[in-house]
């Protein structure tokens, strides 16, 4: 078996390295410090930008704390579009591209393959959000921002892993969105609606019962007293990634007779 999963891992990785997804993934979750940058420097010339500057000023302050701010709140809800195109992506070209039939005729098992699926969609999500940082870091040294603080570094640091990983385990329905539809295009109807979801609700008290409004409460970016992290909320989202990586395994188990 372990010789098929990493066989199965090897294929993907080429899939996603041979494509241009991992280049415009990185180009989206890029926008995370820049439009970061941006809000500095309207937060600095108010005048200049207008109402830029006054929508800035709701956003947060023109120093690390700020800055670092922003870029836990980009990806905590940039995080769930990207990660879940790029998951829309893994499963969906196999039948947009009409490689599935291929697919399903190898004989590595059915398991292995939707395993390493899962696998390059956790690792390349895991890389996008270390990018955010990474580019982050110096931009934010080049502005000359104020307030730097090694814990705020360690916070922000701490709120992203968080972020990210709650974010990546909850693909797991996208994914057998894209298998059972057999496409990319109703997942991403999916992911759009579940976005909008997370945010509305994430502001209520009952985002602490939507799995997909926890990544952003519990990283501290929904903003309110009422969105608050409740004992039920980390297991609805074990709950929700379960469900969603076995029934698609499942479906993939029995994809021939579907």
Not at 10 to 20: D, F, I, T
Not at 66 to 83: E, I, K, M, Q, W
Not at 85 to 108: H, K, M, N, Q, Y
Not at 213 to 220: D, Y
Request: charged residues 10%; aromatic residues 10%.
């Amino acid at each position: 078996m372990s010789g098929s999963l990493s066989a199965a891992l090897w294929a993907e990785v080429l899939k996603l390295r041979r494509s241009r997804v991992p280049w415009l993934t990185a180009a989206a979750m890029t926008l995370a410090p820049l439009l970061g940058a941006l809000q500095v420097f309207a937060l600095r010339h108010p005048a200049e930008t207008g109402m830029l500057g006054s929508q800035a000023a709701a956003l947060g302050s023109a120093d690390w704390s700020g800055f670092l701010g922003f870029l836990v709140t980009f990806d905590a809800a940039g995080g769930l579009l990207v990660f879940g195109l790029l998951t829309a992506w893994v499963f969906g070209r196999e039948f947009s591209d009409r490689t599935a039939i291929d697919l399903l005729a190898l004989p590595t098992p059915r398991f292995a393959i939707v395993t390493a699926k899962f696998g390059v969609i956790a690792g390349w999500s895991l890389v996008l959000t270390a990018l955010v940082l990474v580019l982050g870091l110096p931009l934010g040294a080049a502005l000359g921002l104020p307030g730097w603080s090694s814990d705020a570094l360690l916070e922000c640091a701490r709120q992203l892993v968080v972020a990210s990983l709650l974010t990546v385990v909850l693909v797991t329905p996208f994914a057998l969105v894209a298998s059972v539809w057999r496409g990319y295009l109703p997942a991403v109807g999916l992911i759009l609606l579940v976005m909008v979801l997370a945010q509305v609700l994430g502001q209520l008290a009952v985002g602490a019962w939507f799995p997909w409004s926890v990544p952003a409460l519990a990283a501290g970016v929904a903003g309110t007293v009422a969105g608050a992290i409740g004992p039920q909320s980390y297991p609805l989202v074990a709950l929700t990634a379960i469900a969603g990586a076995s029934l698609n395994a499942r479906w993939w188990a029995r994809a021939d007779h579907q």
